[in-house]
Nanobody, 116 residues
Framework: QVQLVESGGTLVQPGGSLRLSCAAS????????IGWYRQAPGKERELVVIMSPTRYGDNTNFADSVKGRFTVSRDNEKNILYLQMNSLKPEDTAVYYCNAARFDLWGQGTQVTVSS
């Protein structure tokens, strides 16, 4: 059974940092494009970043709103994708999801709240 489970969301102050995890089971993360998305209250779900494996290494595409602040990495041994979020802003408040489009698979989401 293929599954994605996000974790790591919490309340953090503006300017703070947070690392989210997306643990996969039933398939190998580094073989497929995996995305992080977020959905703020009253807004549509939006792409944060997609990491795609290529023969030359991983290709990452970030949303303009998070470029320079967020990074993505993967632990192949643990089969986990991480989203490192720095310099967090109140507008980063959202439920964060990871997605494996190949399987039409979403995790349950993890809440990130940026507030003083």
């Amino acid at each position: 059974q293929v599954q994605l489970v996000e974790s790591g969301g919490t309340l953090v102050q503006p300017g703070g940092s947070l690392r989210l995890s997306c643990a996969a089971s039933g398939f190998t993360l580094n073989l497929y494009p995996i995305g992080w998305y977020r959905q703020a209250p009253g807004k549509e779900r939006e792409l944060v970043v997609i990491m795609s494996p290529t023969r030359y290494g991983d290709n990452t595409n970030f949303a303009d709103s998070v470029k320079g602040r967020f990074t993505v990495s993967r632990d192949n041994e643990k089969n986990i994708l991480y989203l490192q979020m720095n310099s967090l802003k109140p507008e980063d408040t959202a439920v964060y999801y990871c997605n494996a489009a190949r399987f039409d698979l979403w995790g349950q989401g993890t809440q990130v709240t940026v507030s003083s």
